[in-house]
Antibody
Framework: QVQLVQSGAEVKKPGASVKVSCKAS????????MNWVRQAPGQGLEWMGW????????GYALKFQGRVTMTMNTAISTAYMELSGLRSEDTAVYYC?????????????WGQGTMVTVSS | DIQMTQSPSSLSASVGDRVTITCRAS??????LAWYQQKPGKVPKLLIY???TLQSGVPSRFSGSGSGTDFTLTISSLQSEDVATYYC????????FGPGTKVDIK
């Protein structure tokens, strides 16, 4: 069925990097951009950025520029989000979410979320 | 940067009540506005896009309206399964979410 399946929970030390994957199935991967959204414990949703599967173009929220890298491997229908220089404030659930490529659109399919804990 | 605000931040209503949540954008966003429902411990779910278009499978008691800077989400008859936090989102240019409105049953 149509779904996004994310990699498992991670525990990282401050200053480290984390790479989360998001594998798509059930739809044409290249027709949708992939967005990443995070949610700190008890907090709201925060959009981090997007990546286009055809061009590899990305757009990052100002807050994350310089620290985040989003990529896609179309051969295996998988998107990745790597966040570096982790600090305790990065402890959150990270979601991937798709929207149709090339048009402004809402996010109609979400992954199950990946919990990233940053702790010394 | 366009900021999204929501009111109220939380509300408590009885089953069967009509519930309205407001979302405001700091600048006009036409109708590039979506609403999501997030139940406790669950993944956000798209309810409405283009300000007023109901996503497939979403009950018809949910409706959306507005354009420009002011938007509303209405639940015509609140059900127990509607207990959740509701987020608005602008999706033109850099997407951004409102802070959320938590809805529970009185």
């Amino acid at each position: 069925q149509v779904q996004l399946v994310q990699s498992g929970a991670e525990v990282k030390k401050p200053g480290a990097s984390v790479k989360v994957s998001c594998k798509a199935s059930g739809y044409t991967f290249t027709r949708y951009d992939m967005n990443w959204v995070r949610q700190a414990p008890g907090q709201g949703l925060e959009w981090m950025g997007w990546v286009n599967p055809n061009s590899g173009n990305t757009g990052y929220a100002l807050k994350f520029q310089g620290r985040v890298t989003m990529t896609m491997n179309t051969a295996i229908s998988t998107a990745y989000m790597e966040l570096s220089g982790l600090r305790s404030e990065d402890t959150a659930v990270y979601y991937c979410a798709r929207d149709p490529a090339g048009v402004w659109s809402a996010f109609d399919l979400w992954g199950q979320g990946t919990m990233v804990t940053v702790s010394s | 940067d366009i900021q999204m605000t929501q009111s109220p931040s939380s509300l408590s209503a009885s089953v069967g009540d009509r519930v309205t949540i407001t979302c405001r954008a700091s600048q006009g966003i036409s109708n590039y506005l979506a609403w999501y429902q997030q139940k406790p411990g669950k993944v956000p779910k798209l309810l409405i896009y283009a300000a007023s278009t109901l996503q497939s499978g979403v009950p018809s008691r949910f409706s959306g309206s507005g354009s420009g800077t002011d938007f509303t989400l209405t639940i015509s008859s609140l059900q127990s399964e509607d207990v959740a936090t509701y987020y608005c989102q602008k999706y033109n240019s850099a997407p951004g979410f409102g802070p959320g409105t938590k809805v529970d049953i009185k």
